[in-house]
């Protein structure tokens, strides 16, 4: 076997001077530093615990070696097999978050001026950021009362024929109605790429999501159901003329497979779905791969804990015609339960939900809705549109959000906090019918 060359990029092979690949390491008072972070406390006892434990990372620290890559090498790989293996797809791509997936599922469909993307009228910033910094026209459908969802009846209404790509929602981890929108967007040409950052590990229909729209993205921010470190995002697609170009994507084009003259690598343009597109850089980390692949091992019991959660509040708030209690899916629509979604009848409740919301924060009990009605951003009003009579062709959005609705915790919390947090509720809701 020939000597192997030296890489820069990855510090290998035969070389009498090395150019590493990792330009300072991380030495064993950084690390000590990160479990400081990561395992928080103070007193006597945690300071003698931490001693020791620097005591045993000086001696690890004598006999180790630092990793000669710190981002995107084998554990970001393993990571994306992992969730491949999970979903029952291929070629999943990691990125820095889910926002980033978003990017790149639009540029794939050629944004830009004079295109409409159909969103749902509640939703995160993110959703329609990239449409909107593209110069495409975001429409903004109403939402199902049920589960706050995009309403695929109302998609249908406002697509024309400007319409290049919708994005459904599964707002706190309950799949939205992808059937039918699969269904519209087939018979136009349309691309649909399904905002699951709450839903990793959600079935619509007896389908893992992921497995249904022509993209998805997935997010590991710190408040999701698992994280990666803090932050990163899964972009999967059923679209084969654009799978096996996804790494690049991630990469500003790199292709280590071809090499122009007297360089290491090409720089190639991605197939898009009119025209090829410009990628960004959207590196994700070794570390933040490690942290998916740990949290994923959990994730099925994460999400069975959040159903628990949610199953004692549905089992405390049954009987009160006042409270509808938050939908736990069937035998083929499994949610994650990212959030519970309490919602009232004012009517019977003798109050809106911003009496309710007060009510709750006075007793200790955080909620706050997910999110708010997109078109209210000031943002749009400064790019033109009308937010007024947006709203007038929302109108459950509005009767919804500022009257019927709220979100509660489910992760993280004992027996005690959960009783606590029915009782909570309960009361208030008795509060308010009797006026006080």
Not at 134 to 141: D, E, L, M, P, R
Request: some cysteine; charged content about 25%; aromatic content about 8%.
């Amino acid at each position: 076997m020939g000597k192997q060359l030296s890489d820069f990029r990855y510090n290998t092979g035969e070389t009498k001077v090395p150019w590493a690949a990792v330009g300072e390491n991380y030495n064993e008072e950084d690390l000590l530093e990160i479990v400081r972070f990561l395992m928080q406390g103070k007193g006597d006892e945690y300071e003698t615990v931490l001693e020791e434990l620097r005591r045993g990372i000086s001696k690890l620290a004598a006999i180790s070696q630092p990793p000669g890559k710190l981002s995107l090498g084998t554990k970001v790989e393993a990571a994306e097999a992992a969730v491949d293996k999970f979903l029952g797809t291929s070629g999943s791509l990691f990125v820095t978050n889910a926002t980033a997936g978003f990017e790149i599922a639009c540029k794939y469909a050629n944004l830009g001026p004079g295109d409409e993307v159909i969103v749902p009228a509640i939703t995160f910033i993110a959703t329609m950021a990239y449409p909107l910094s593209a110069g495409a026209k975001v429409i903004f459908a109403d939402i199902d009362p049920k589960t706050i969802n995009i309403d695929p009846a109302d998609v249908e209404r406002k697509i024309t024929p400007r319409t290049r790509m919708i994005i459904p929602v599964d707002i706190g981890g309950y799949p939205a109605d992808l059937d039918p929108i699969m269904e519209m967007a087939r018979k136009r040409d349309i691309i649909v790429l399904e905002d699951a950052a709450h839903a990793f590990g959600a079935v619509y229909k007896g389908r893992k999501v992921g497995t249904v729209a022509d993209f998805t993205a997935f997010s590991f921010h710190e408040v999701k159901n698992m994280t990666s470190f803090g932050e990163g995002g899964i972009l999967v697609t059923n679209l084969p003329d654009i799978r096996d170009h996804l790494k690049q994507a991630r990469f500003l084009g790199l292709d280590f497979s071809r090499k122009i003259k007297n360089w290491l690598y090409d720089i190639t343009a991605i197939p898009g779905k009119y025209r090829p597109f410009v990628p960004g850089n959207h590196s994700t980390t070794e570390i933040q791969g490690l942290g998916l692949i740990l949290q994923m091992s959990r994730i099925e019991k994460i999400n069975a804990t959040r159903k628990a959660a949610a199953s004692y509040l549905n089992s405390r708030f049954y009987g009160n015609p006042a409270i509808i209690p938050q939908d736990l899916g069937t035998k083929e629509i499994e949610p994650t339960f990212h959030l519970y979604l309490l919602k009232i009848d004012p009517h019977k409740a003798g109050g809106d939900v911003q009496l309710l919301k007060k009510k709750l924060d006075d007793k200790g009990i955080t909620n706050i809705p997910h999110f708010g009605p997109m078109y209210r951003f000031s943002i749009l009003e400064t790019l033109g549109y009308d937010r007024d009579k947006i709203a007038a062709t929302c109108p459950v959005c509005e009767e919804i959000f500022d009257r019927c609705y709220t979100h509660l915790p489910l992760y993280g919390l004992n027996a005690e906090q959960l009783k606590y947090m029915a009782d909570a509720v309960l009361e208030s809701v008795a509060e308010m019918q009797e006026g006080r």
